[in-house]
């Protein structure tokens, strides 16, 4: 209840405003978001590679209203794969892009270009790009344009949510790509997605065996230890070696756990978000946990 609460709230403008100008929610924001400047997301990077995690970077921002908006998105995108470019970090440091901020609502074409200048610059610096996914309107047009920019950036990742009902077909058709599979962050109905935790964690499942089964490149985006289990024996079953697949998990989120499966060898991607637009972003892993909602409260109340 409280969950579909702030997932409302996350997509309403009366509550953006209200929220964003409390003012000690930056330091609440800033346990989930790693600054403001690509300078930011650089320093941040350097430190989580230096602990040996690897990272995929996402510039906050989403459901631009003007093209304006989408071709600034993509401009800083490519500044700041020329910011990490000196690093050498090569696939160590990714990019992930959510549509929405180049365009895709206002002209898909126009977010097919935008994503194509990203991709060439991820490629120039030696690493890829991953496409995140949204709600479920948006899912058939990200899909095309994952396939059109797959014609000549046949690395570039999607992720796909668990929650949808359509998401086993997705997973048996991508199954020799880079696939993030993830539950699901949004608020959707139950004509199209599971509703329950138990029927979203079964279906999660259904998805991983598919993915882990397949030729492509499994990125396993969870913090859930029962899932992370369940990958290993599924990797064992299949005969899948450790870096034929990766853990994705959340900046700020179960940082122990990102150290310890790195330290036992395995490949674990954090990804780090950027930049001034992390309302959306924020409301979602408020959402996600209660407990973060309590220590939202209890920093308001300057405890
Ligand atoms: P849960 O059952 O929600 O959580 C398992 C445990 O993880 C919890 O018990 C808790 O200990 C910890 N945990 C989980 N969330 C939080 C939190 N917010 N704060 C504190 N602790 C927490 N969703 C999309 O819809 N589209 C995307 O493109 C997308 N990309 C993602 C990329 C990555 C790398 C990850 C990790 C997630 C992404 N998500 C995306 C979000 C995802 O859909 C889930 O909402 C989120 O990962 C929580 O689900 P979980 O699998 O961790 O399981």
């Not at 990490?84 to 696939?91: D, E, S, W």
């Not at 396993?220 to 029962?226: A, N, P, S």
């Given at each position: 209840m409280l969950g579909s609460l702030l997932l409302a709230a996350s997509r309403n403008p009366l509550a953006r405003r209200a929220v964003s100008a409390l003012p000690p929610t930056r330091r609440v924001v800033d346990r989930f978001v790693a600054g403001e400047s690509a300078g930011d997301a650089v320093t941040a990077v350097r430190r989580l590679t230096d602990a040996g995690l690897t990272v995929t970077i996402d510039h906050l921002g989403e459901e631009i209203r003007d093209t304006e908006a989408a071709a600034l998105t993509a401009k800083a995108y490519v500044s700041l794969l020329d910011a990490l470019a000196p690093l050498g970090l090569g696939r160590r440091a990714e990019v992930s892009v959510k549509l929405s901020a180049v365009g895709q609502a206002l002209d898909e074409p126009l977010a097919l270009e935008h994503a194509r200048r990203i991709c060439a610059a991820a490629r120039d610096c030696g690493t890829t790009v991953t496409l995140d996914m949204e709600d479920h309107t948006t899912v058939d047009s990200t899909l095309s344009i994952l396939r059109a920019l797959r014609e000549d950036f046949p690395d570039t990742g999607v992720a796909i949510q668990?929650?949808?009902?359509r998401s086993e077909e997705d997973c048996r058709d991508l199954s020799g790509s880079r696939v993030r599979l993830v539950k699901g962050a949004y608020r959707e109905p139950a004509s199209v997605a599971h509703q329950s935790k138990a029927e979203v964690d079964r279906a999660y499942v259904r998805c991983l065996r598919i993915l882990m089964a397949g030729t492509g490149y499994p990125m396993v985006g969870t913090h859930d230890d029962r899932l992370i289990a369940i990958t290993e024996t599924l990797a064992d079953r299949y005969g899948r070696s450790q870096d034929s697949y990766e853990y994705q998990m959340l900046y700020g989120i179960r940082t122990d756990k990102q150290e310890a499966l790195a330290g036992a060898g395995a490949t674990v991607r954090v990804y780090v978000p950027y930049g001034d637009d992390w309302y959306g972003y924020f409301m979602r892993r408020l959402a996600e946990r209660p407990a973060n909602v309590a220590f939202f409260l209890r920093s308001l109340r300057g405890k």
């Amino acid at each position: 209840m409280l969950g579909s609460l702030l997932l409302a709230a996350s997509r309403n403008p009366l509550a953006r405003r209200a929220v964003s100008a409390l003012p000690p929610t930056r330091r609440v924001v800033d346990r989930f978001v790693a600054g403001e400047s690509a300078g930011d997301a650089v320093t941040a990077v350097r430190r989580l590679t230096d602990a040996g995690l690897t990272v995929t970077i996402d510039h906050l921002g989403e459901e631009i209203r003007d093209t304006e908006a989408a071709a600034l998105t993509a401009k800083a995108y490519v500044s700041l794969l020329d910011a990490l470019a000196p690093l050498g970090l090569g696939r160590r440091a990714e990019v992930s892009v959510k549509l929405s901020a180049v365009g895709q609502a206002l002209d898909e074409p126009l977010a097919l270009e935008h994503a194509r200048r990203i991709c060439a610059a991820a490629r120039d610096c030696g690493t890829t790009v991953t496409l995140d996914m949204e709600d479920h309107t948006t899912v058939d047009s990200t899909l095309s344009i994952l396939r059109a920019l797959r014609e000549d950036f046949p690395d570039t990742g999607v992720a796909i949510q668990a929650y949808l009902f359509r998401s086993e077909e997705d997973c048996r058709d991508l199954s020799g790509s880079r696939v993030r599979l993830v539950k699901g962050a949004y608020r959707e109905p139950a004509s199209v997605a599971h509703q329950s935790k138990a029927e979203v964690d079964r279906a999660y499942v259904r998805c991983l065996r598919i993915l882990m089964a397949g030729t492509g490149y499994p990125m396993v985006g969870t913090h859930d230890d029962r899932l992370i289990a369940i990958t290993e024996t599924l990797a064992d079953r299949y005969g899948r070696s450790q870096d034929s697949y990766e853990y994705q998990m959340l900046y700020g989120i179960r940082t122990d756990k990102q150290e310890a499966l790195a330290g036992a060898g395995a490949t674990v991607r954090v990804y780090v978000p950027y930049g001034d637009d992390w309302y959306g972003y924020f409301m979602r892993r408020l959402a996600e946990r209660p407990a973060n909602v309590a220590f939202f409260l209890r920093s308001l109340r300057g405890k």
